[in-house]
């Protein structure tokens, strides 16, 4: 696989919950060390989409692939395998687990990259420089945390698998303004030591302060696809697209 190939590609992208069609050929891609927003009001398929790219839905049609995989037709463990993480919206800590555990059930071998350079390498100590929160609690188990707290303990036991990319679905959504703060510098951080992040967001001043490009999806079809300071500055497609 060359530097120049996205590291996950979707094309045509369908996935259905039952009958019912919830994205309609959804074209997307992310390159390596590169943070796109996927963007959108509420119900417009954002979570859907990372579900599709990942396998979670029974029901997906089109073509995924990662790092040169075909996954289009994968269970979730096989992309998780691959180095493809996933932050669910829901969180799913496991409460009865403390935070040491929860990061130990994370836990995958280390990565290279194609070109034989070395994917970050992700230990308790060094996540708990970025989160320190998290480093002042290890032995708190997940259902004593707070919301924000248990946001960062997920992020934190996905990168435990060191992926070369992560799914971030709604990092802002209900957690404290100096929580979201934290989460936007970590993201900054983690595209830093090179790792690639897809987040669904709907909070336009929190995308803009961590992402290089945006697709925007209404009701489940990319509308619009642009950098970041374009979208920023397009106030017709922001109106059409992102105002509640």
Sequence with gaps: ??????????????????????????DLDVRRGEVVALMGRNGAGKSTTLKALIGMLAKRRGAVRFLGHDISKSEPHHAARLGLGFVPEDRRVFTDLTVMENLEVGKQPARRWADGTDAPLWSPERLFKLFPNLGE????????????????????????????????DEPSEGVAPVIVEQMANMILELKAQGVSILLSEQNMHFAELVSDRAYVLE??????????????????????????
């Design 137 to 168: 609690m290890p032995n708190r188990p997940g259902g004593r945390m707070s919301g924000g707290e248990q946001q960062m303990l997920t992020v934190a036991r996905t990168l435990m698998g060191n992926p070369y990319l992560v799914l971030l």
């Design 1 to 26: 696989m060359s530097t120049h190939e996205p590291l996950l590609e979707a094309k045509a992208l369908c996935a259905w919950y039952g009958a019912a069609q919830i994205l309609y050929d959804v």
């Design 219 to 244: 009701k489940g079809q990319i509308r619009y696809h642009a950098t970041m300071a374009e979208l920023a500055a397009n106030d017709e497609v922001r109106r059409a697209y992102l105002s509640v």
